[in-house]
């Protein structure tokens, strides 16, 4: 769900997208590696998730692979984003609930 909703953002490629994540996510999530970020693009994108194409770097001989979200990644996404919403909302009454004194052990 976070790798989607960053490629859906914009245009990126692998490092920054790792860049965003542990700059953002790090302290609390734990630092990504590119071993995890790029097995999850790789199935993400055969899936049919989101979709790449590759550039050549301006300043060097190297080519960088540029990820985009599709419509049906999008869908997905759109999906999950509800869910944790749901999901959130869900843990923050339960919460809440024991925080009044609403249940007892």
Known sequence: MVLLHIISRGETYGYEI???????????????REGTIYPILYRLEKSGFISSRVSSAQSSASSRKFYSITPSGQELLNGLLS??????????????????GGTSK
């Open 83 to 100: 869910f944790w919403e749901e999901y959130k909302q869900c843990i923050d009454d339960l919460i809440s609930a024991d925080a009044e």
């Open 18 to 32: 790792l860049t965003r994540l542990n700059k953002k996510s790090g302290h609390v999530l734990g630092f990504a």
